[in-house]
Nanobody, 126 residues
Framework: QVQVVESGGGLVQPGGSLRLSCAASGFRFAAYAMGWVRQATGKDLEWVSTVSSGGGMTRYADAVKGRFTISRDNGKSTLYLQMDTLKPEDTATYYC???????????????????RGQGTQVTVSS
């Protein structure tokens, strides 16, 4: 069955960096777009970033643009999120998501994933 498992979260000071990973199994990883969403305590789920199936096209939420970088290694069935210049408002549980489609060109919404992992906690605090 489809599984996506996040890792790499933790406590980091403002301005610091973290790299999240997502190990995927149970489906043909290279055939689908993948992404990250997050949810802070008491807030709605928020889309963070999405990458196309081949890795050549990416999209970012305005709140993280220029600070976060999404990437994927299709040979390892792994998705990454490099998070730099972290801010306290980035504190949230981060979830890896799989989409039921491959490309991003015509997409205007990125909350229509079909699978989501258990999440990894990221806390940005001094």
């Amino acid at each position: 069955q489809v599984q996506v498992v996040e890792s790499g979260g933790g406590l980091v000071q403002p301005g610091g960096s973290l790299r999240l990973s997502c190990a995927a199994s149970g489906f043909r990883f290279a055939a689908y777009a993948m992404g990250w969403v997050r949810q802070a305590t008491g807030k709605d789920l928020e889309w963070v970033s999405t990458v196309s199936s081949g890795g050549g096209m990416t999209r970012y939420a305005d709140a993280v643009k220029g600070r976060f970088t999404i990437s994927r290694d299709n040979g390892k069935s792994t998705l990454y999120l490099q998070m730099d210049t972290l801010k306290p408002e980035d504190t949230a549980t981060y979830y890896c998501v799989k989409y039921p489609w491959a490309g991003l060109a015509s997409r205007t919404t990125f909350l229509d994933s079909d699978y989501r992992g258990q999440g990894t906690q990221v806390t940005v605090s001094s």
